[in-house]
């Protein structure tokens, strides 16, 4: 499900109008994302737990030039 459809989906469920719910959402997402950067994990109750997780580089390469990178 994208972003578009979240707004979408609460804008029918509340009956408000797509702007006002855009607004809301991003909000609450800017908010996830600070709280994950800061605090590295966000627990909501009967939903879910959100973490930072570390991942090690991976040689990529670029499909076109095929220049080797770390992705």
């Known amino acids: 499900?994208?972003?578009k459809e979240i707004i979408e989906?609460?804008?029918e469920v509340t009956?408000?109008?797509k702007s006002h719910?855009?607004?809301i959402v991003e909000s609450v997402?800017?908010?996830f994302v600070d709280i994950l950067?800061?605090?590295g994990?966000?627990?909501?109750r009967?939903?879910?737990v959100f973490k930072v997780k570390d991942t090690p580089a991976r040689i990529g390469r670029n499909p076109v030039t095929k220049e080797v990178a770390d992705v």
Do not use: C, P, Y
């Open 1 to 3: 499900m994208t972003k």
């Open 9 to 11: 989906e609460v804008s």
């Open 15 to 17: 009956h408000t109008k």
């Open 21 to 23: 719910t855009r607004a």
């Open 29 to 31: 997402l800017d908010v």
């Open 37 to 39: 950067t800061s605090e």
């Open 41 to 44: 994990r966000i627990e909501i």
């Open 46 to 48: 009967n939903f879910g």
